[in-house]
């Protein structure tokens, strides 16, 4: 990979504006070599002058650059020392250290916050923090620390990269001799002082947090490197359970083809296997999404507040989505071969596959990755309360993936309902040929759920953008849909012709009207194109990770896909297909424009956090009272400690100065 991508691949989103403009300065580079006049003899002096001139530009430029880099910098060291030394001196008093005890009924409780900050109370009535907050704490606080030195060195390979770059295009020595004049000398270039604390911090945990066991106190710590390869026995799980996939898929469609279910279970076998079949093919799309995010350098873990110490990586993904398809073939299997099996009831393998699979996620068991499965919980129990959560990335996302399965979340509700009342009376009524009050508020609820999440966004901004409740309005039109859809079908009989129910223009109108508004906000706001009216990447934006032609793939894919209800509406009026196969098409399709979405949705917001979301969770401390005030100050001007207060002058002076 080359180093501009590894640079956008590593950087700290929310940093991003701090971080040296490398692609800026690859560009000025290639312009001004592009831009130098021909080689002439009776034109060196011209020549010799432009190439001055550029080189006092380009290098005015990397001041700059390092000025803002080292600003940056000092200010986030300032910060983190004020954090570790506030921290230390909780975690002294809560473990009781002579000296630090006195301030016990006064310090503030701290948490690790991932939403924003709440009003810091000061009245010192808080209770202390427990052991589990404070580990929580260090942990995130040491996370910092490694986003700071990943600054570093990112910003230290960058300008040294650069440096090259000039010298191999101008053919001179001046990168490097700049290169060599400001950079190790430069504030942001010394890894002393934050090492110092990142070493602190892991010989207070574990001292006192893991009992003195190093090996488990770094295990909560330690971060992987970014970067890291997939494992090969997670490689070689994932290659095994997509084998066995494939292998017991190709035998169900033959099983089918030889030996099909009853006629009068044809319906209710095509029901109940429609919404977990969405559900694999989710996961399938899941695996090729977090490949192309890590392969085009978009780092979703940052973006969903991931811990990086155990994100999933794409074997993973592939492996959950094998899983999956493995049941659910063997599931089919058994319903098709009941008979061999000596099983009466060909419907209990339906109902083992939903169980199995609603135990694989809820389970607490250490397999299939349950920190992972709890995250999932935990959003999907963030979305479905939206009204009383801020709302952060992955809670919008997550209620944006369940607008796309929709048809899926209707199915397992069919389900549901064919287990808790037909099935058990024994009269097998397939679950998709009857509806009820239920079914339209389910259809609507996804959409609910985004629907409060943007007035949420609204109430919590201190901007209060009219966008929130703009996006409000588009999730509001699927209300409109689904109401004239539901007063359709009830009325439909007593009109001769369908176009003489008033409804169905009303839904056509509604259907039109969201249609529109969605597709627009797709590409307008989550995808941040038609930015660019002219030149090279025309209805495009300025910076791009993927290849040019796939933006305008996308654009094209998600008009003609969002306007699949049309090609749906026709089908059914002229009963060439009949409603359930055009619902399973279309919700095939709704899943696979999603998944094609979410490639560019966080590549924007990689690249413009366009969204204002947070992209790195931030540790808020409680205000200490004066008598802490001044223990930190004292622990601060410890020579071993986590200022320089103390350090020698000239290198406290090298520290803070600025070399332009």
Not at 250 to 264: A, D, G
Not at 501 to 514: D, E, F, G, K, M
Not at 603 to 632: S, V, W
């Amino acid at each position: 990979m080359k180093f501009g991508k590894t640079f956008e691949t590593h950087l700290t989103i929310e940093w991003r504006q701090q971080y040296m403009r490398y692609t800026d300065l690859k560009t000025m580079i290639k312009q001004g070599v592009d831009g130098a006049p021909a080689s002439d003899s009776s034109q060196e002096y011209a020549t010799a002058a432009y190439y001055q001139a550029f080189e006092e530009a380009f290098f005015f430029e990397c001041r700059n650059e390092l000025e803002r880099v080292n600003n940056f910098f000092m200010e986030k060291l300032a910060e983190a020392r004020r954090k570790h030394a506030t921290l230390k001196l909780q975690l002294l008093a809560t473990a009781r250290v002579p000296g630090h005890t006195a301030s016990l009924t006064s310090l503030g409780s701290q948490r690790t916050e991932q939403v924003r900050p709440e009003p810091v109370n000061t009245s010192g009535s808080r209770k202390m923090m427990t052991q589990r907050q404070l580990r929580n704490a260090y942990s995130e606080f040491y996370l910092s620390l490694v986003l700071l030195q990943n600054f570093q060195s990112l910003n230290e390979t960058g300008f040294r990269k650069i440096c090259k770059k000039y010298d191999k295009y101008l053919k001179s020595s001046a990168g490097a001799d700049w290169f060599q004049r400001y950079i190790p000398q430069a504030a942001f270039a010394d890894q002393r002082s934050l090492q110092r604390m990142v070493i602190e911090v892991e010989d207070l945990y574990t001292f006192y947090l893991a009992a003195g066991d190093r090996s488990q106190a770094m295990n909560k710590l330690r971060v992987p490197p970014l970067g890291q390869p997939t494992p090969a026995q997670m490689v070689f799980r994932a290659g095994l359970a997509l084998g066995m996939f494939v292998m017991l898929f190709v035998l169900t469609l033959i099983s089918y083809w030889r030996r099909p279910p009853l006629q009068s279970n044809i319906l209710a076998f095509m029901s109940l296997y429609r919404g977990p079949f969405t559900w694999v093919i989710f996961n399938f799309f899941m695996a090729a999404n977090v490949t192309g995010w890590q392969r085009f350098g978009v780092n979703h873990v940052l973006i969903f507040e991931i811990d990086p110490r155990s994100h999933l990586q794409p074997a993973t993904f592939l492996e959950i989505a094998c899983t999956f398809g493995i049941l659910w073939t063997l599931s089919m299997l058994g319903f098709l071969y009941h008979g061999q099996f000596h099983v009466a009831d060909p419907f209990v393998f339906p109902l083992a596959l939903i169980l199995i699979m609603l135990l694989l996620l809820v389970v607490p068991l250490p397999i299939m990755n349950w920190p992972a499965r709890w995250w999932t919980i935990k959003l999907l129990g963030r979305v479905m309360s939206a009204p009383m959560h801020y709302v952060g990335f992955a809670d919008f996302w997550m209620g944006d993936q369940l607008n796309s399965l929709l048809t899926c979340i209707v199915d397992h509700y069919y389900i549901v309902r064919f287990y808790a009342s037909s099935w058990l009376r024994g009269q097998p009524v397939p679950p998709y040929l009857s509806t009820d009050v239920l079914v339209p508020v389910i259809y609507c609820l996804p959409a609910w759920f985004r629907f409060a999440q943007c007035l949420r966004r609204f109430r919590d901004s201190g901007s209060k953008s009219i966008s929130y409740l703009l996006n409000s309005g588009k999730y509001s039109t699927t209300f409109f849909v689904v109401l004239f859809s539901t007063l359709r079908a009830r009325t439909d009989d007593r009109y001769a012709n369908t176009f003489v129910n008033p409804y169905t223009w009303l839904l056509l109108a509604a259907s039109i009207v969201s249609t529109l508004y969605c597709f627009l906000w797709d590409v307008i706001k989550d995808f941040g194109l038609f930015r660019i009216w002219k030149g090279k990447h025309i209805f495009l934006r300025e910076k791009l990770v993927y290849p040019p032609a796939f933006y305008y793939f996308v654009i094209v894919e998600n008009l003609l896909l969002r306007w699949f209800w049309v090609i749906e509406f026709t089908l059914n009026h002229h009963e060439l297909m009949t409603p359930y196969n055009t619902k399973t098409l279309g919700s095939l399709l709704e899943i696979t424009r999603r998944f094609i979405w979410n490639y560019l949705r966080l590549e924007n917001e990689h690249l413009y956090n366009c969204g204002k979301f947070r992209a790195t969770r931030d540790i808020h401390l409680a205000a200490l009272n004066p008598r802490q005030e001044r223990m930190l100050e004292s622990m601060m001007d410890e020579s071993d400690g986590v200022s320089n207060r103390r350090q020698r002058p000239d290198e406290r002076t090298r520290l803070g100065k600025e070399y332009f």
